[in-house]
């Protein structure tokens, strides 16, 4: 004796697939024959939104129909596709189908383990909202017949399992490091000004363990901080250091490692960027700081920007005033 389903189903919905009577159809498109080794097929639609569990109707032909052709028929296997509807994002759509799909193998598969036979699946296939998209189904439509499985049960030789499709191929890197070769700045700050900044970088893809060399050339407001000005009120630093030229110069600094949102080609990188350098007393310091923003075109056509947006470095040495921000391009050398 097969063991009795629950008598238990979810909620109706408007959009659900009907039968010819007007009343929720959850078996569709059932077909018997041998065409080519098929027994028996159908698509169990209605599945509820968002939702893979298998409505009482599923179970039920799943029970009656399938089951004894598992438990009779040698050979005997089973493909399964899942679907859904297009309302929603197309990658949680595509994980929904496999849900379903997954849920409906296991219904047969918990019933075979109960009453002893196999259940062989030959593919599970996971098709997200494709069959709908093809089929001219206007994106957010939430058809019931879209939510879906369907079950075709084979008997005779089995067709030889087809390859995995090939993985794509990754053109470009996500992992980077870059660093400051040697840094120029020049110009007349006095409080607010502006100055011309030169910068050579080298640029390091991690992933292939290839470097190349790139050329910065900016224009930036230069910032003199409230602490130098204060500084300068009482006394305590010279006037030359708030009003007189401003000039920048750092040495070969670390590299700073990165990331890009998805792969990238060094050639990518080629357009604009800005540079914003930290300092605050005046004078020389130990380090010059650069949050180096990559504002490229390319990556971003390609939505492989930098990942936080900028890259932070630092020279060995570095003069008195910051720069405060401003544009310029970034160019291979």
């Not at 438990?71 to 005997?76: M, N």
């Not at 399992?161 to 870059?178: A, L, Q």
């Not at 130098?228 to 490692?257: E, H, N, Y």
């Amino acid at each position: 004796m097969s063991k009795p389903l629950p008598d238990l189903d979810a909620p109706r919905e408007k959009t659900d697939h009907l039968g010819a009577d007007g009343k929720p159809a959850d078996v569709a498109l059932t077909m018997t024959g041998e065409p080519a080794g098929l027994l028996k097929m159908a698509r169990l639609v209605n599945f509820p939104t968002g939702k893979a569990e298998n409505r009482m109707a599923h179970k039920q032909w799943l029970v009656s129909e399938v089951e004894p052709l598992l438990k009779t028929r040698r050979p005997c296997w089973v493909d399964i596709i899942g679907h859904t509807s297009r309302l929603g994002d197309a990658a949680k759509n595509n994980a929904l189908s496999e849900r379903r799909c997954n849920a409906t193998f296991r219904a047969l598969e918990d019933r075979g383990r109960a009453f002893g036979y196999p259940v062989d699946a030959h593919l599970r296939l996971f098709k997200g909202e494709r069959d709908a998209e093809d089929r001219g189904v206007r994106d957010g439509d939430n058809a019931g017949y879209d939510r879906a499985v369907e079950v075709f049960v084979y008997g005779g030789p089995k067709p030889p399992t087809p390859p995995d499709p090939p993985r794509p191929i990754k053109v470009g890197s996500t992992n980077w490091k870059m660093c400051i070769d040697a840094l120029v700045a020049g110009g007349v700050h006095v409080v607010a000004g502006a100055t011309v900044e030169l910068m050579r970088l080298t640029l390091v893809d991690r992933d292939r363990s290839v470097k190349r060399h790139f050329a910065y050339a900016g224009v930036s407001g230069v910032y003199v901080s409230p602490v130098t000005l204060a500084l300068w009120l009482k006394g305590l630093i010279s006037s030359g250091r708030v009003f007189g030229p401003a000039v920048s110069i750092g040495g070969l600094g670390p590299f700073t490692d990165f990331t890009t949102a998805g792969p990238a080609l060094f050639s990518d990188f080629e357009g604009e960027a800005r540079a914003l350098s930290k300092s605050s007393l005046g004078g020389w310091v130990p380090h010059h700081e650069v949050d180096f923003r990559i504002d490229s075109a390319k990556l971003k056509a390609k939505k492989a920007t930098v990942v936080g947006g900028k890259v932070h470095m630092r020279t060995k040495v570095g003069a008195a005033f910051s720069l405060a921000g401003g544009a310029g391009y970034l160019m291979p050398m």
